[in-house]
């Protein structure tokens, strides 16, 4: 059954994955004026606690995504998401662009993700991935956007499953590791880890609003923390920011340093300009968690205002936010 947290009980949990968190090595401080690194649950891997979200990458104009990319990895970014679809394609392509002309393959950790749920579908767009990043290899793939009525049973397909082709591939040394990402409802990612697969890494929602409303936060870090998976966050201003500040009197800084102080192994940040790339630049360089106090004081007042899911619209499925790709597919099985 189902526990209801109080925000009494939520916070205790939160600080116990807190005080857990330096045994885990997660929290490192900044002695040298770059961005921190933080350990990647069991893989020992240590990528940088702030990361670029791919979808921006390809919305914006290529020079200044290039320029923002090469500025970023001098000053500690090392982790870059990405997904087949951002873009029609075009965030891999200058991510690719970027790693190519500033020689950084080695310097950075990149993540992917391929949409289609069938062995085939999986397989094509990993290797669209691998040709547009310009890479041999992609260092995480995941699932992407794992939401859908029958995904698990689709992906686990034993004979024409993503799973299986993501598996291949991390034996044909084309993927390092293997992980899925969501954001529709935090059950859907615990049917997931209910499957007797060894995930690497988690993508999900992680902010202020989600602790009142469908938590991922509640319900799925927990269990990631406790398995050693690497909890990924994302949407730590809900999409746009707005959404938050409409309802809630907090800063955009505040929200971003919320979810930083969370036990995650990274925060995947959008950012569409220098200047917002380097606000979160600034804090993760002279990173503190937030204290109890604080915490709860953000918890308290975003409860109500939070409290009915409306500033998490990729939380309500009729809202038609998701992939394009996997709505389009649905339609066509569906007829």
């Not at 075009?90 to 950075?108: M, P, Q």
């Not at 995480?140 to 024409?160: A, C, K, T, W």
């Amino acid at each position: 059954m189902k526990h209801d947290f109080t925000r009494r009980e939520f916070i205790q949990t939160l600080m116990a994955g807190l005080a857990m968190a330096p045994n885990l090595s997660l929290f490192q401080s900044s002695n040298n004026g770059v961005i921190p690194t933080r350990l990647m649950g069991k893989t020992g891997e240590r990528i940088s606690m702030i990361g670029f979200g791919g979808w921006d990458l390809g919305f914006i104009d290529e020079k200044l995504a290039i320029e923002m990319i090469h500025r970023g990895v001098d000053q500690g970014i090392t982790f870059i998401d990405n997904a087949w679809e951002y873009n029609r394609g075009r965030s891999e392509e200058v991510v690719g662009k970027a790693i190519k002309t500033g020689n950084l393959r080695d310097k950075v950790f990149l993540m992917s993700k391929v949409c289609a749920r069938d062995y085939e579908g999986a397989k094509h767009h990993l290797e669209d991935g691998l040709r547009r990043l310009q890479t041999d290899c992609i260092d995480l793939v995941m699932l992407h956007s794992i939401q859908y009525d029958g995904d698990r049973e689709r992906v686990f397909d034993p004979e024409n499953g993503a799973v299986k082709a993501l598996i291949n591939a991390r034996n044909e040394g084309k993927l390092r590791y293997i992980g899925f990402s969501g954001h529709r409802d935090p059950q859907i990612h615990l049917n997931m880890l209910d499957m007797p697969f060894e995930w690497d890494a988690v993508l999900m929602p992680l902010n202020i609003m989600d602790a009142h409303f469908n938590s991922f936060q509640k319900r799925v870090l927990p269990v990631l923390l406790d398995r050693e998976i690497a909890p990924l966050g994302m949407k730590s201003l809900v999409g746009r920011f707005n959404r938050i500040s409409e309802r809630v009197d907090v800063s955009a800084e505040l929200c971003r340093r919320y979810s930083m102080s969370l036990p995650v192994s990274t925060l995947v940040c959008g950012w569409q300009n220098m200047d917002e790339m380097q606000l979160c630049i600034d804090i993760a360089r002279d990173f503190e968690p937030l204290t109890e106090s604080k915490i709860e004081e953000l918890l308290a007042s975003s409860k109500n205002p939070a409290a009915d899911g409306v500033a998490e619209l990729y939380k309500d499925s009729s809202s038609g936010y998701g992939c394009s790709y996997h709505s389009r597919v649905l339609r066509e099985q569906q007829g």
